[in-house]
């Protein structure tokens, strides 16, 4: 591995063909055999410790807690199915050869959608135990609420404001329909991939208008969609919190954790064919070049709504960071800060970095691990027991092991996809020049 730079460098291990078996390589079944193992081990855990939790809390909230690790981890998994097909329409519309790395893994993330629809039911079932609207249903509920002090002036006023929108038949509908509108688009992105794959090269221009007209609309479809969804799941958890920039937030995180994702997985496959061949070290770096423009635009969006809500000191507005700041809290915002922003932001400055294998693996994990550390962020404060005040209980680490088993069933899901169909797509038209050896100062 040490002589692996100078040998791509100077193309001397770089065939000019494609290997004929294009199928994954055998190690992904013993990915996915291992995430199934970590996902029963760490399920196993969660139960035990929602029992201790429950033992141990006055107010029986281990189960709670429980739900509220289940609530991040379809945030994850969510993130990683449709970021996945959005990632891919951009793709389709913005052409290149990273394409030809990434596709395959991509449409993968897509067809997760089906576990993703499950752990989403859990949720809606028991979203009584979540959300403040589902236990508020009427004018006279929130009147008898605010009387015997259950609820405050703010919290009363805006569950009765917002009640067209945050009720359990509409967080039902709403998500509903984009279940049915992300599944459609990741059902015909997939299947005329791979219909594309069983004919000609000469119809290759065709292809590439069609998946074009698709996907453009798509991406339009795809942000409104993931902003009602990301409103209805995470946004009314407290229902006091007004931000026009949530879904954007989100939209952008996504693209953030599917392509640190996708790097994963390509540099790995890349140990066996047919990656071994298909990626160059010039990829390589433009994909971490990528990964660094999400790391720009993440903290970009990020910093500017803090800056805008702070600076206002508004009531109404303030006490959200607040709620996620004091009380100890402030470690985790840092920590945030620290492996969201400034770890990647330094490293993926470094040319060397983007083209080591290993380090760019490392870079793209932090990225992942941040991404669930900000959710964990975004949830829990939402709750009475834990704004402004961050403790230990073991209800707390539900929040690892709820959504690393949900996490490790889904990448075994992932795992069954991706070896469903080959690796590489043949007709793209950049397979020739991606084929070709680089140059030693590529």
């Known amino acids: 591995m040490a002589h692996e730079p100078n040998q791509h460098a100077h193309g001397a291990s770089h065939a000019r063909a494609l290997p004929a078996d294009l199928g994954t390589p055998p190690f992904v079944g013993t990915w996915k055999n291992r995430a199934l193992t970590t996902g029963a081990i760490f399920s196993v855990i969660a139960v035990i410790l929602a029992v201790l939790g429950q033992s141990q809390d006055p107010e029986h909230l281990g189960w709670d807690h429980l739900l509220r690790g289940w609530t991040l981890g379809l945030v994850v998994t969510w993130g990683f199915a ?14 290149g050869k990273w394409g030809l790395l990434l596709r395959r893994p991509l ?16 949720v809606a079932i028991f979203m009584k135990r979540l959300y403040l609207w589902s236990r508020f249903t009427s004018a006279s509920d929130t009147a008898a609420a605010l009387k015997s002090g259950i609820l405050n002036e703010i919290q009363a006023h805006c569950l ?32 005329l991939g791979l219909k594309r794959d069983s004919v000609g090269p000469e ?7 069609k998946l074009e007209n698709i996907s453009g609309p798509g991406i339009v479809v795809y942000a409104i969609t993931m902003t009602a969804a990301s409103i209805c799941w995470m946004m009314s958890m407290d229902v006091t919190w007004f931000s026009t920039v949530y879904g954007l937030l989100f939209l952008v995180e996504q693209g953030f954790q599917v392509l640190a994702l996708g790097i994963i997985v390509s540099l790995l496959l890349s140990r066996a064919e047919p990656f071994r061949t298909l990626l160059r ?12 423009a999400f790391v720009m635009l993440n903290i970009y969006l990020t910093f500017g709504q803090f800056l805008i809500i702070w600076s206002g000191n508004l009531p109404d507005e303030i006490n959200w960071y607040l709620d996620r700041i ?58 009475k027991d834990a704004a402004r005040n961050l403790h230990f209980s073991w209800g707390i680490l539900e929040y ?3 959504p690393v088993a949900m996490t490790a069933f889904w990448i075994a899901y992932f795992c069954t996809r991706l070896t469903a169909r080959p690796l590489v797509q043949t ?10 050896p680089e140059h030693a100062q590529a």
């Not at 449709?82 to 052409?95: D, F, I, K, P």
């Not at 449409?107 to 859990?122: D, I, N």
């Open 82 to 95: 449709v970021g996945g097909l959005a990632l891919l329409m951009v793709q389709y519309c913005s052409g």
């Open 107 to 122: 449409e993968a993330m897509s067809r997760t959608l089906p576990l993703v629809f499950v752990y989403w039911a859990v």
């Open 160 to 191: 009765d404001f917002k009640r067209p929108m945050l009720n359990p038949n509409a967080f039902v509908w709403v998500s509903l329909l984009c279940f049915a509108i992300w599944g459609f688009y990741a059902w015909r992105l997939n299947s």
């Open 203 to 209: 119809t290759t221009p065709y292809w590439i208008k």
């Open 281 to 292: 070290q010039t990829e390589q770096h433009d994909l971490g070049k990528l990964a660094f």
């Open 326 to 383: 004091r009380g100890g809290w402030g470690v985790i915002i840092t920590l945030d800060f620290i492996f969201h922003w400034l770890v990647p932001f330094t490293l993926l400055l470094s040319r060397d970095l983007k083209r080591n294998k290993k380090r760019l693996i490392l870079v793209c994990g932090i990225m992942i691990f941040a991404v669930a550390l900000n959710q964990f962020w975004l949830i829990e404060p939402n709750f």
């Open 400 to 402: 690892i092991a709820v």
């Open 427 to 436: 007709n793209d038209p950049h397979l020739a020049e991606i084929l070709e």
